[in-house]
T-cell receptor, first 112, second 117 residues
Framework: GNSVTQMEGPVTLSEEAFLTINCTYTATGYPSLFWYVQYPGEGLQLLLKATKADDKGSNKGFEATYRKETTSFHLEKGSVQVSDSAVYFCALRGTGANNLFFGTGTRLTVIP | EAGVAQSPRYKIIEKRQSVAFWCNPISGHATLYWYQQILGQGPKLLIQFQNNGVVDDSQLPKDRFSAERLKGVDSTLKIQPAKLEDSAVYLC???????????????FGAGSRLTVL
């Protein structure tokens, strides 16, 4: 079946630090992979996505590369800001499906 | 474009009472989803509609949860009777259509937070 394993948090970083949040997945076929972000008091927002192996999704300085050989989709950002403080969810959608399977989320706090 | 609208944002009830949540998806989005997000966990799909038909309700606790999308636009999720473990945020999402495209993105509403005492 489909599942997502996400790095446990919380993660606390200083401003301008490098961020990595690990995500690995289990799926049959060729899933699409997503990172969603949830800012305090707001709904889930799509951050980036990748629909096939070796694709790199990027947005707002965040990047993630779809690695089929390691079944991973790690989220990275070179220099985090206080405004990046949020909960980040890795998710996958299986082949031919619309439903998303989510990881448990990683809370990031960036301190000035 | 307007986003996915949900109401109420917050609801507190006692166990065994009933509650209803409403969702209005983005205009033109044929597919609508209800997710349950328990504190500290990722969202879990409860039910998926395509227009006014149910596509997947395999994870919906049908003894107490029900949902409808009668005219293929807005939707209502009901819980009756509520249990303590139903305390969660109920998220509504919509997407353009069901299909094979990986680019078919879900857009989420802000959610309805339910507390069952």
């Amino acid at each position: 079946g489909n599942s997502v394993t996400q790095m446990e948090g919380p993660v606390t970083l200083s401003e301008e630090a490098f961020l990595t949040i690990n995500c690995t997945y289990t799926a049959t076929g060729y899933p699409s992979l997503f990172w969603y972000v949830q800012y305090p008091g707001e709904g889930l927002q799509l951050l980036l996505k990748a629909t096939k192996a070796d694709d790199k999704g990027s947005n707002k300085g965040f990047e993630a590369t779809y690695r089929k050989e390691t079944t991973s989709f790690h989220l990275e950002k070179g220099s985090v800001q206080v405004s990046d403080s949020a909960v980040y969810f890795c998710a996958l959608r299986g082949t031919g499906a619309n439903n998303l399977f989510f990881g448990t989320g990683t809370r990031l706090t960036v301190i000035p | 474009e307007a986003g996915v609208a949900q109401s109420p944002r917050y609801k507190i009830i006692e166990k065994r009472q009933s509650v209803a949540f409403w969702c209005n998806p983005i205009s033109g989005h044929a597919t609508l989803y209800w997710y349950q997000q328990i504190l500290g966990q990722g969202p879990k799909l409860l039910i998926q509609f395509q227009n006014n038909g149910v596509v997947d309700d395999s994870q919906l606790p049908k003894d107490r949860f029900s949902a409808e999308r009668l005219k293929g636009v807005d939707s209502t999720l009901k819980i009756q009777p509520a249990k303590l473990e139903d305390s969660a945020v109920y998220l509504c999402a919509s997407s353009l259509r069901q299909g094979l495209s990986g680019a078919n993105v879900l857009t989420f509403g802000a959610g309805s937070r339910l507390t069952v005492l």
